[in-house]
């Protein structure tokens, strides 16, 4: 054998023996590849998932928590006029409360019907109505007050204000107060949730970002080498 035939002899089996050490680090390049990929997929799928809450669902809650506390102050602020009521003996002296008491009691009343629109829940109509029932009853009592005050005068009224109507006054501020702190409870924990959200799809942003330029990068690569093996 001449040198020239044993070289290509020995080139030959040196190809032989790196060819399939070649395919080997194609494949697994590619298998690595493809495995980022698929993690990439997976990462856009909740890159791109729909998000809990929008922000017309923040601008709801807070609409709720504003009527909420306007009721919470209404209840809390009713005792005085009702006080007020019972220690003026004029009659004509009355009538100014008497309509400041009435104007306040329809802010209220639109307030609960404002509340009643943007509450869809059962859980929420449930709260909604142990309030109306609430109020019903401080509204009877508080009528009940002031029909006594007109015919027996505020001796008589005392009786009427200070056991039941007081009581019924009470119960309806609790109510009201209980329900305000569940509204702003509610929009802090939306709060938290869509920013929590919005910092999750950012990470994963990232993340879909890196993994893509990995993975084409390692693709890439594999092709060469590809193409480099069927060339030779």
Not at 3 to 31: D, E, H, M
Not at 84 to 106: F, H
């Amino acid at each position: 054998m001449t040198q020239s035939n044993a070289t290509t002899a020995a080139n030959a089996a040196t190809t032989a023996v790196q060819a399939p050490r070649s395919g080997k680090r194609i494949a697994l390049l590619l298998a690595i590849a493809a495995i980022l990929a698929a993690v990439g997929l997976y990462a856009a799928q909740h890159w791109l998932r729909t998000a809990p809450l929008t922000a017309a669902d923040l601008e709801t809650q807070q609409q709720r928590v504003d009527v909420a506390e306007s009721l919470q102050r209404h209840a809390e602020g009713a005792t005085v006029p009702l006080v007020q009521l019972l220690v003026t003996s004029d009659r004509e002296m009355r009538v100014p409360l008497y309509k400041q008491i009435d104007t306040a009691n329809a802010a209220a009343e639109g307030d609960l019907a404002a509340l009643a629109s943007l509450m869809k829940s059962a859980q929420d109509k449930a709260r909604l109505d142990e309030l109306l029932a609430l109020r019903a009853r401080y509204d009877e009592r508080y009528t009940a007050a002031v029909e006594e005050l007109e015919l027996s005068g505020a001796q008589g009224a005392l009786s009427q204000f200070w056991a039941p109507t007081r009581e019924a006054l009470a119960s309806m501020a609790q109510a009201s107060r209980r329900l305000a702190e569940q509204e702003r409870a509610t929009l802090a924990t939306q709060r938290a949730t869509l920013e929590s959200f919005g910092a999750e799809t950012q990470r994963l942003a990232w993340v879909v970002a890196a993994v893509a330029l990995l993975a084409a990068a390692l693709g890439g690569l594999g092709v060469r080498m590809l193409e480099r093996g069927v060339g030779a």
